[in-house]
């Protein structure tokens, strides 16, 4: 009798979408789809866009006092938007 190695789902296609190329995009769109959550709905109401370009977040705001506010908690939103995907995606926030 032969002994099988037992895998997760979860594992097995976390691995098929590393081979294809296909968990950071992943990754990042779970990413941008968590910033009014993590942020908080009063910071989406403001939000106009999110969109990441080479490990940063580019947040468009139609409010220049939010802009400031979040400007100074932009370390702590980046850990919280990284463990929130539970993976490194970002390492900066840029907001305009």
Do not use: C
Not at 32 to 41: D, I
Request: aromatic share 6%.
């Amino acid at each position: 009798m032969f002994k099988r190695e037992v895998k997760e789902l979860h594992e097995l296609i976390l691995r098929n979408l590393r081979a294809q190329g296909l968990e950071t995009p992943l990754l990042q769109k779970r990413l941008v789809e968590a910033w009014p959550e993590v942020a908080g709905a009063a910071v989406a109401r403001f939000t106009q866009e999110v969109v990441i370009r080479n490990q940063t977040l580019f947040v468009r705001l139609s409010s220049p006092a939010l802009r400031a506010e979040l400007s100074m908690r932009r370390q702590e939103l980046v850990q919280q938007l990284n463990a929130y995907v539970q993976s490194q995606v970002i390492a900066d926030i840029r907001f305009h």
